[in-house]
């Protein structure tokens, strides 16, 4: 057997030493720099809405929450060990501050999606005019919302012990898994699964005969139906199948992610399950939700429907005679204008 002196053991301890924090700190700075980037390029596919919601300014503030722990990583990163406003800085910090985001991004899913459907609730009972003047309060709302939630992370007993231990284990990072994501997307999926089977064969018929068309310049979808059908256009019965059309439409891989994710039971960091997709795809649900629950009040005028940035919820309903959209100026009936 080789022996090796003490001084290339001692080089290769350093040498191991020196990379293990290093490779870390550099998987987390690219895990984040994906996420950005995912940030990003989400953002920019989305619709251009006409008016501004409370989901729309959180996940503004979630992406620049994401870009300023990048810059902190990447700071803390290249300097290693330095003082600033008489605190100093080290590696152990890159994992502090990831572990505190990771605690507040876990515990943000409830209340989002509390104030998400208020706010789109609230939105069937205002006119659109009202609407427009509580746009000014969503910014103090998020505000209020991340000053919340990260004040009971810093001040809960048991945060606080868990991140005091690492200041004494430093190289072990976990960071917190979100039970909330998981019975948040447990209970989307388990409702879309009774929705999809109560409807399943009206779902079938109509991917069979729905078409798809322009109309004021925007892309919709229209359903043939019978003229002696015996129940009205805005009914939940009619509704259902429609919307799961229109949302599977579009989230369908998404759904089946949270499928996979559900059943292998993978854990995923806060830090990295807390992103714009799933804020959005949570969006799409909300509103689909609030539109079935509220179908008498779609055709009102004086109502500021909730718009989506990812689904367009144009349905129009065409006579089975009619095969021609473009020979009428007008369908019979759409659900949102």
């Given at each position: 057997m080789?022996?090796?002196?003490?001084?290339?053991?001692?080089?290769?301890?350093?040498?191991?030493?020196?990379?293990?924090p290093l490779d870390g700190n550099c998987l987390l700075f690219l895990i984040i720099l994906g996420k950005i980037l995912l940030n990003i390029l989400t953002l920019g596919m989305r619709r251009k809405i006409t008016y501004q919601n409370f989901m729309e300014y959180f996940c503004i503030s979630l992406a620049f929450i994401d870009l300023l722990l990048l810059v902190n990583i990447s700071i803390i990163s290249y300097f290693r060990?330095?003082?600033l406003l008489g605190i100093r800085f080290t590696k152990y910090h890159i994992c502090l501050f990831t572990?505190?985001?990771?605690?507040?991004?876990?515990?943000?899913?409830?209340?989002v999606f509390l104030i998400a459907c208020i706010d789109y609730y609230l939105n069937f009972s205002k006119t659109t005019k009202l609407a427009f003047k509580c746009q000014k309060?969503?910014?103090?709302i998020v505000i209020l919302i991340w000053i919340s939630v990260l004040a009971y992370v810093l001040g809960d007993p048991a945060i606080y012990q868990s991140l005091k231990a690492q200041n004494v284990y430093s190289y072990q990072c976990p960071f917190y898994i979100s039970i909330q994501s998981y019975w948040l997307s447990f209970s989307m999926v388990v409702i879309l699964f009774m929705a999809f089977l109560t409807s399943w064969s009206e779902v079938t018929a109509l991917v069979q005969a729905v078409r798809m068309t322009s109309y004021m310049n925007e892309t919709v979808l229209y359903f043939p139906f019978s003229s002696h059908c015996s129940y009205t256009l805005s009914s939940k019965k009619t509704l259902l199948p429609k919307f799961i059309i229109c949302f599977l439409g579009t989230w369908l891989p998404f759904v089946l992610l949270q499928v996979i994710i559900l059943l292998l039971k993978v854990q995923i960091p806060a830090f990295i399950e807390m992103n714009i997709p799933w804020l959005y795809f949570v969006n799409s649900f909300l509103i689909a939700t609030v539109y079935w629950f509220n179908c008498h009040k779609l055709n009102l005028r004086d109502i500021?429907?909730?718009?989506d940035p990812f689904i367009n919820w144009k349905c129009c309903f065409i006579p089975l005679t009619i095969h021609n959209l473009e020979q009428i100026e007008k369908p019979i009936s759409i659900i949102i204008c």
């Open positions: 080789t022996a090796l002196s003490s001084e290339n053991c001692s080089f290769q301890y350093q040498l191991h030493q020196a990379n293990q060990d330095f003082v572990q505190i985001i990771s605690f507040t991004y876990g515990f943000l899913h409830y209340p309060f969503y910014f103090f500021a429907l909730p718009v």
